[in-house]
């Protein structure tokens, strides 16, 4: 509401609310002496005030005190009602005097809090009643039994004021933090992706270095024997160191944008909620009847999370695609502790893998993803790659189980001194 109506301008917005709280106040009932009505409108002004705490409350109560009146007097004299000057000074009254004490006793003060306002508001709402009344019956008031019903109904009117306010308020502090929450999730899941890429990056830069020295070597060899061939070697050779610069170049850029080692360790029990929340935001996109369970034993912090988030949501996504097929899935995650390591048992009940294939899977290039129309082949980073992340970064290793038709089962076990390392 306060986001919605700080898009008006100031002099829009007293507008809007002066109008709002002309037409509640018409939802009223007389109590307690004649002419004094308990009506709607006190319980919109103070959410208002609360929502708009940049605009000066003397002149949004100003504008409300003459609109509101002015309504109120004008259905009195449609009606032939009588008194109707003493009822629209003393609702003018009102208005004026709930401002001026708003402005001295909140506003102005500053160090705004919900609990001052709460106390507030019913302070502004108990003497402008009083106000009313004293303009009403000339300054004579009744017993003591009087006053106690007033600030009874002006406490009642402040709750339910407040607890819409305050309400409302939180609501949207949770939404806001919901939204902010599932963008630092995708941000750690495209960090992570763009780590990865980069860790392989700079282990090919070994095999391109490798390369252009075969070549400058086959220059060298040639250098008598075939002068063309040399100098077509040593032209490949200056090609590759010309590839070499551009590809340090570009994992300098990516690293320096995702420099992950600056980020705090996290939690594995915070690691497995982004990785899971990834993985049921794709079962909803593709339309997949697949129910994930999840076991977890284990709360450790990890130093290197976003190899953790590579690792698991590899694993993940291989068995969502293994029961894409299915007209029901089962995705279960046991994560538990073994002596000094860490498990992480990833089963599905999806279509399985033949011997042939279970021998193949950890080799380079492997891969049974490709699309059929087109020829594409898959780009990910396959179980060769999860392999050599596992063994090179956590010292650990990986397995396969599996049976054709009644799904895989993937264990890892990764040292817990690795995945603890740095995060102490």
């Excluded at 070597?217 to 100098?231: F, G, H, M, Y």
């Excluded at 380079?364 to 087109?374: C, S």
Aim: hydrophobic residues 45%; contains cysteine.
């Amino acid at each position: 509401m306060g986001l919605r109506m700080n898009r008006f301008g100031r002099w829009q917005r007293i507008l809007v609310v002066a109008m709002c709280v002309a037409l509640a106040s018409q939802v009223n009932f007389e109590i307690l002496t004649p002419g004094f009505i308990v009506a709607l409108s006190p319980l919109l002004l103070p959410v208002f005030l609360y929502f708009n705490t940049d605009l000066n409350p003397l002149r949004l109560v100003g504008v409300v005190a003459l609109a509101s009146p002015i309504f109120r007097g004008l259905l009195l004299w449609l009606s032939h009602s009588g008194q109707i000057g003493t009822l629209t000074l003393s609702d003018i009254g009102f208005y004026i005097c709930y401002g001026v004490l708003y402005y001295w006793l909140y506003w102005r003060r500053g160090g705004w809090n919900n609990l001052t306002f709460f106390c507030t508001i019913v302070l502004c709402d108990y003497g402008a009643n009083l106000f009313e009344i004293a303009i009403m019956n000339h300054g004579d008031f009744a017993d003591y039994r009087f006053f106690q019903l007033l600030f009874i109904v002006a406490l009642i009117r402040t709750i339910l004021s407040c607890v819409f306010a305050f309400g409302y308020h939180y609501l949207n502090l949770m939404m806001r933090k919901e939204q902010h929450e599932k963008q630092y999730y995708q941000f750690v899941l495209v960090a992570a992706a763009v780590k990865n890429e980069v860790y392989f990056m700079q282990k090919n830069v070994a095999e391109i270095e490798r390369i252009m020295q075969n070549a400058y070597v086959l220059n060298q060899t040639l250098k008598e024997e075939n002068p063309a061939a040399s100098q077509r070697a040593l032209e490949i050779a200056r090609d590759v160191h010309e590839i070499k610069k551009n590809y340090r170049n570009v994992i300098t850029g990516l690293g320096g944008q995702f420099d992950l080692g600056q980020m705090q360790a996290m939690h594995l029990t915070e690691i497995l909620r982004i990785v899971l929340s990834d993985l049921r935001t794709t079962i909803k996109e593709q339309h997949l009847n697949i129910v994930v369970q999840v076991q977890n034993e284990v709360d450790v912090m990890v130093a290197k999370h976003y190899v953790l988030v590579t690792i698991l949501s590899n694993l993940l996504l291989n068995g969502l695609e293994a029961m894409a097929d299915q007209k029901f899935g089962r995705l279960q995650i046991n994560i538990s502790r073994q002596n000094n390591e860490i498990i992480l048992e990833i089963a599905d009940n999806g279509m399985g893998m033949t011997t042939a294939v279970q021998a193949a899977i950890f080799q380079p290039g492997f891969t049974t993803k490709y699309n059929v129309q087109t020829g594409d082949v898959y780009r990910g980073i396959g179980l060769y790659h999860t392999k050599q992340i596992v063994e090179e970064q956590f010292k650990g290793q990986i397995m396969v189980q599996s049976v054709p038709k009644e799904g895989t089962t993937v264990t890892v076990h990764l040292l817990q001194g690795q995945l603890e390392d740095e995060a102490q």
